[in-house]
T-cell receptor, first 111, second 116 residues
Framework: GQSLEQPSEVTAVEGAIVQMNCTYQ??????LSWYQQHDGGAPTFLSY????GLEETGRFSSFLSRSDSYGYLLLQELQMKDSASYFC????????????FGGGTRLMVKP | GAGVSQSPSNKVTEKGKDVELRCDPI?????LYWYRQSLGQGLEFLIY????????KSGLPSDRFSAERTGGSVSTLTIQRTQQEDSAVYLC??????????????FGNGTRLTVT
């Protein structure tokens, strides 16, 4: 099947580091993407991992382990504006073009 | 246009009525997706269009839901005989190259549908 599991909420303080996990079922898996969504806004793309390892883009890093069917998004130097929901999405059928989203993790950054 | 455009932004309708939701993708994007998002929930896949290929309709929840994409551009999602459980935000996204699964989805701001 195609499902991705994420913790529903995480709270962290400004300036800290937070890791948000995503586990998935492997049938037809191509790669893992991450999207950010602020309240009332549209999801926006953050990163993509096709291969095992760490991808870094500024304060954001994303990690994938295919053998563990697991990935995470790491946010460093947290800012208040990082408060949002973060969704992992797996590329499955249709050559990986069919994206299935996890339920999302709501991140609350406190001063 | 500069981004994915959806209309209307909000729609309130009575139970049993039909509604049409419109999506204008980014010009040149061959892949188009519809998702549904209930309050505080994740994105539920509905349908996927890629170029002139037959759409992937595997996510449509019932036969009351249908979608078309005319001329490889604008798409319309139609919900017939709306029910209260259809209330949600309907998000459209497009992608530059359907065969490249690492190119990002660009989302519109969605249509918030409320069925009373």
């Amino acid at each position: 099947g195609q499902s991705l599991e994420q913790p529903s909420e995480v709270t962290a303080v400004e300036g800290a580091i937070v890791q948000m996990n995503c586990t998935y079922q492997t049938s037809g898996f191509y790669g893992l993407s991450w999207y950010q969504q602020h309240d009332g806004g549209a999801p926006t793309f953050l990163s993509y991992n096709a291969l095992d390892g760490l991808e870094e883009t500024g304060r954001f890093s994303s990690f994938l382990s295919r053998s563990d069917s697991y990935g995470y998004l790491l946010l460093q130097e947290l800012q208040m504006k990082d408060s949002a929901s973060y969704f992992c999405a797996g590329g499955f059928n249709n050559a990986g073009n069919m994206l299935t989203f996890g339920g999302g993790t709501r991140l609350m950054v406190k001063p | 246009g500069a981004g994915v455009s959806q209309s209307p932004s909000n729609k309130v309708t009575e139970k049993g009525k039909d509604v049409e939701l419109r999506c204008d993708p980014i010009s040149g994007h061959t892949a188009l997706y519809w998702y549904r998002q209930s309050l505080g929930q994740g994105l539920e896949f509905l349908i996927y269009f890629q170029g002139n290929s037959a759409p992937d309709k595997s996510g449509l929840p019932s036969d009351r839901f249908s979608a078309e994409r005319t001329g490889g551009s604008v798409s319309t999602l139609t919900i017939q005989r709306t029910q209260q459980e259809d209330s949600a935000v309907y998000l459209c996204a497009s992608r530059s190259t359907g065969g490249t699964h690492n190119s990002p989805l660009h989302f519109g701001n969605g249509t918030r549908l409320t069925v009373t």
